[in-house]
């Protein structure tokens, strides 16, 4: 199992821009792919981005593709979301989570979840 711990969160105003953080400890971050998903009030869980152990596959949502970026750095058993031209649609709380295999994480039927932080977007 793999602990993960998510920061960054907090209330911007529309069209701002935000950096999330999630610190991993536990097992080998690099045997990981990781992903950000989030869930906003009265909705289901949905995925938001995801990357490969290496860092050289990245997978996004439709909605965030472009303004979002995905990037981790293993030296520092980090991964992290880069929110740019952010809307109030965008409110929710993001979680990270892991997987072993990059094409799972997109399922969301993962087993390693962080507790996640609140992104406010006001208008």
């Known amino acids: 199992q793999v602990q993960l711990v998510e920061s960054g969160g907090g209330l911007v105003q529309a069209g701002g821009s935000l950096k999330l953080s999630c610190a991993a400890s536990?097992?080998?971050?690099?045997?990981?792919?990781m992903g950000w998903f989030r869930q906003a009030p009265g909705k289901e869980r949905e995925f938001v981005a995801a990357?490969?152990?290496?860092?050289?596959?990245?997978k996004y949502e439709d909605s965030v593709r472009g303004r979002f970026t995905i990037s981790r750095d293993n030296a520092k058993s980090t991964v992290y979301l880069q929110m740019n031209s952010l809307k109030p649609e965008d409110t929710a709380v993001y979680y990270c989570?892991?997987?072993?295999?990059?094409?799972?994480?997109?399922?969301?039927?993962?087993?390693?979840w962080g507790q996640g932080t609140q992104v406010t977007v006001s208008s």
């Open positions: 536990g097992r080998t971050f690099s045997d990981y792919a």
């Open positions: 989570a892991a997987d072993l295999f990059f094409d799972m994480v997109e399922s969301g039927r993962l087993n390693n």
């Open positions: 990357i490969s152990w290496s860092g050289g596959t990245t």
